[in-house]
């Protein structure tokens, strides 16, 4: 686990602009149950996607599926309606 780990933080830190890298360390993270990490994750790569971009959905529905796993469904339940609404 400590060799893909590595060259993907490696990958963020030289190119912290590309949403890609959030989303997918976000789904890495999602799998090993890590919710902070995977919000903090999803939301990186919303923001970088930008919020209308369908590119962003996936990341969106990361980021409702850790918040409801940090018990936090109202927040969970406005980020998906607002990914919804924007697809």
Request: no cysteine; charged share 25%.
């Amino acid at each position: 686990p400590q060799t893909n780990k590595i060259p993907l933080l490696n990958r963020i830190q030289k190119n912290p602009n590309d949403a890609t890298f959030y989303a997918n360390r976000a789904i890495t993270r999602s799998k090993l149950a890590k919710w902070a990490d995977v919000e903090h994750d999803a939301r990186g790569a919303i923001e970088i996607y930008g919020p209308k971009n369908p590119a962003a959905l996936k990341s969106y529905h990361h980021l409702a599926q850790a918040l409801l796993e940090l018990n936090r469904p109202q927040e969970a339940h406005d980020v998906a309606s607002g990914a919804y609404e924007r697809s």
